[in-house]
């Protein structure tokens, strides 16, 4: 499968990416309107995680996740990953986080990952 993330980097507090809209996940996820499943908004928000902190992480716990505007597939669109909090664990780290495009939070995450 072709990469779902793109053009990743930091812009100040917030962590830019893009969605390849090429990828293959949008079209078995409701053909006749093809939207971005949930759990590859937390596979992003992992991935994303990864870059920021230079570590392979693994999600073992969601405690709130909360979908709030669906990611359609646009090559033109960007969105942001902002950390409200993190917090280190003893193998792994706390993230309270929102997926954005400029000012609308699409995703609200709380949850733990494991340093692998």
Known sequence: MNSIIKNIKHNGELIDFSINANNEVFI???????????VFEMFIIEK????????????INVEIVKFLSP?????????SLFIKNHKTL???IKID????KEDKIICSFL??????
Do not use: A, R, T, W
């Open 97 to 100: 986080c929102q997926i954005m």
């Open 71 to 79: 990611i359609l597939p646009n090559e033109n669109d960007v969105f």
């Open 48 to 59: 994303v995680i990864e870059y920021k902190f230079s570590i392979k992480l693994n999600l």
């Open 111 to 116: 949850g733990n990952f494991q340093k692998l």
């Open 28 to 38: 078995g996820h409701f053909p006749q309107y093809p939207i971005l499943p949930g």
């Open 90 to 92: 003893e193998n792994g």
